[in-house]
């Protein structure tokens, strides 16, 4: 069958336009390599494309210049430094098999329909009817795939989509099949890209060679985080040193490992990977800086020989680039790339009232203008979660109330902070050297931590906290008017904290700690940056019960932060056991990150990473559908506020979701969601 295979491809393109067909017996010359045949024997391979060109599709791929004429990115980027080319098998004629053109034809259906449809063949249906029947139907006409090589392991692997359910039949014929018509056809691999391919994958037989994503990922060194570029100064420290030494908004720094927290830097490298949600890649994103991972960085020779240096930095999602500059160029670039100042909305004081969520919106306003409205006295977060509150005959969201900016200003106000803090900012000590401002920031929050808080505002809260929610454990979160802004998320600069109700010095203790946040070194060295008057800043406070009994905490994006092309969307999802954190997890732990193609039949689960706290996996396939669920009611209620135009479908859109599964000993665990903001891509 396999080799009537290979004469059907030949006779077939005889008839074709557009597609390169075999060589002349007498042709010479091409690549002299060597593969093996699923029939026995070798064969001598050669070129079938002639230099220069790239033709709509081949029959055959003889060497590595046929791959790089037809090859393009792949539609996801999880797995970088890989490059593929589609194929498509018509099983009505022969299983005519053709490596498309994948730079030229995006996907399986612009190829089909350009070249399979009518002419003597089937019609090929519009692009939902093909869809439908070419991945699901076990009576499809094509098999489709992809041809992927992977550059880190060296590895080429046959691919189908993380959804499609073809058969293990399926899957061993149109394997069968490129390996006889690759020059590189004993080395390929299939690599189940899902759990529901991998379970397929089991029956089938030997001779088709299986490699998991594990193993792939073992092999692969570079991992792009945020796609941009930034000249710098280049410098080494381990994450350790952090804590000790200063590092400049024009540094490029290269870690040993991935730091907790990190202040405003111009790209970031670190030698152990990331997750796209991490608190440092989030910073990276704010910012539109650089940032990968690249195992062995720290002693990378490459990069050690261009330490303290001025250099520019590419992180590009299939590859990176550095190379030094001169610093009349790095100081070049940053006048003409510098941020842009961002103005934070005047704060609201007339607001004196603790309100609840679902009060806090006016209902005559438009969503986003009643959020924009409420973040003048309530701040991003709060305002935020309010919003969230109109989904709560649909999903779990905790009672909250909010504390209004009007008490922050009080407190600073009524204890002279304000008049400390402009004194700081007149100080060129102060505003000269980092170690000044780490030290008389440090002052300033211990003494804020410290200060009275007006009595009145003290009566007005436990009196809520007694009525409204007796005898709990509430936590207290950092809700600011300089968050969540276009082009300034200020996502992870502040701090949240948990006390109990009954515990009156340990609430307004907590109080205090929120509010001095906004003092913190990494908060004020990030507003600088962007410019942001910092006395323009006033902190609220979203208050809300804990979660004691968590079973598992995550962040979830209702996107594909892999999805190059936005024709693989999917729900990006990173989860941890317990309480354990997922943005700033220990060093050494991992945490269960993976995509959910919650949109596509059969809903394919594909895992990036998984968590050695549950290696069994953290959420069960129940929990996983219910989380799934609920994202998709998030991104749809928050579409008409943040999501693309008409006229731009495609553009990026996501909202960034805060989650825990929670419940006793003995009950079954609930998703609660704590939050839900717009994310912005950095282009």
Request: hydrophobic share 40%; with cysteine.
């Amino acid at each position: 069958m396999r080799t009537r295979c290979h004469v059907a491809v030949v006779a077939l393109l005889a008839a074709c336009g557009n597609g390169v067909g075999p060589p002349a017996q007498e042709e010479t010359g091409g690549s002299g390599e060597t593969g093996g045949s699923s029939t026995g024997g070798a064969i001598e391979w050669m070129c079938r494309i002639p230099a220069g060109e790239a033709p709509d599709f081949s029959p055959q791929l003889g060497c590595q210049a046929d791959f790089d004429a037809l090859a393009s990115l792949p539609l996801d980027s999880s797995i970088p430094g890989a490059r593929s080319v589609k194929t498509v098998i018509d099983q009505l004629d022969a299983n005519a098999l053709y490596f498309q053109n994948s730079q030229r034809f995006l996907i399986h259906w612009d190829f089909a329909h350009t070249h399979l449809s009518g002419m003597g063949r089937p019609i090929v249906p519009d692009l939902g009817q093909f869809n439908m029947t070419e991945y699901y139907s076990p009576q499809r006409r094509f098999l489709l795939g992809a041809l992927t090589y992977y550059e880190g392991p060296r590895v080429w692997t046959y691919e189908i989509s993380p959804y499609d359910t073809a058969s293990a039949a399926m899957i061993e014929a149109a394997y069968a099949a490129i390996v006889d018509n690759a020059y590189f056809g004993s080395e390929l691999y299939f690599h189940p890209s899902s759990e529901a391919v991998e379970a397929v994958a089991a029956d089938l037989p030997p001779e088709v060679k299986i490699i998991t994503t594990d193993e792939l990922y073992a092999g692969i060194d570079y991992q792009p985080l945020n796609l941009a570029t930034s000249l710098g100064r280049l410098r080494f420290l381990t994450a350790d040193q952090l804590e000790t030494e200063y590092v400049g908004f024009r540094d490029i720094v290269v870690l040993d490992h991935v730091p907790n927290d990190i202040s405003v830097v111009t790209g970031i490298i670190t030698g152990e990977f990331q997750t796209p949600l991490s608190h440092i890649n989030v910073l990276s994103q704010n910012r539109g800086t650089p940032n990968m991972g690249l195992r062995g960085a720290h002693e990378s020779p490459e990069l050690r020989a261009l330490a303290d240096r001025w250099v520019s930095l590419t992180v590009d999602a299939f590859e990176y680039s550095i190379a030094e500059v001169s610093k009349a160029e790095a100081d070049a670039w940053w006048e003409s790339h510098k941020p842009d100042e961002v103005a934070v909305p005047e704060i609201d004081l007339s607001v004196t009232e603790l309100v609840d969520a679902e009060a806090m919106l006016d209902p005559e306003l438009l969503l986003g203008e009643a959020i924009d409205a409420a973040i003048l006295a309530f701040g991003g977060k709060m305002s935020h979660f309010a919003a969230l509150t109109g989904l709560a005959d649909k999903l779990r969201i905790p009672d909250a109330f909010g504390i209004p900016v009007f008490y922050y200003h009080q407190f600073m106000t009524d204890n002279g902070l304000y008049e400390r803090v402009e004194g700081l900012l007149a100080d060129p000590d102060f505003q000269d050297d980092p170690a000044v401002r780490d030290q008389e920031l440090a002052k300033l929050r211990a003494d804020m931590l410290v200060a009275p808080v007006d009595p009145t505002f003290k009566a007005l809260l436990m009196g809520k906290l007694h009525s409204d929610y007796p005898h709990a454990r509430m936590r207290m979160r950092s809700s600011t008017n300089a968050e969540d802004l276009e082009g300034f998320t200020g996502a992870g600069l502040y701090t949240s904290v948990s006390a109990d109700v009954d515990d009156v010095e340990e609430v307004f203790e907590d109080i205090r700690e929120v509010w001095s946040s906004v003092w913190y070194f990494r908060a004020f060295e990030e507003r600088s940056y962007r410019s942001i008057d910092h006395l323009a800043v006033a902190m609220a406070l979203l208050v809300h019960p804990a979660f004691p009994a968590e079973e598992a905490n995550g962040v979830a994006l209702t996107a594909n932060p892999f999805d190059t092309s936005g024709l693989e969307p999917g729900l990006y999802i990173n989860v941890q056991k317990g309480e354990a954190s997922v943005v700033q997890p220990d060093p050494g732990v991992t945490t269960d990150q993976f995509v959910y193609f919650i949109d596509q039949p059969g809903q394919p689960v594909v895992y990036i990473a998984r968590s050695n706290l549950a290696p069994e996996g953290v959420l069960t396939n129940a929990q996983i559908h219910e989380l799934g669920a609920g994202l998709v009611e998030i991104r749809e209620f928050f579409r008409s506020t943040y999501g693309p135009p008409p006229d731009d479908p495609l553009r990026w859109y996501a909202m960034d979701v805060e989650f825990k599964f929670e419940a006793p000993i003995g009950e079954t665990p609930a998703l609660w969601v704590k939050q839900a903001r717009p994310l912005l891509r950095a282009e």
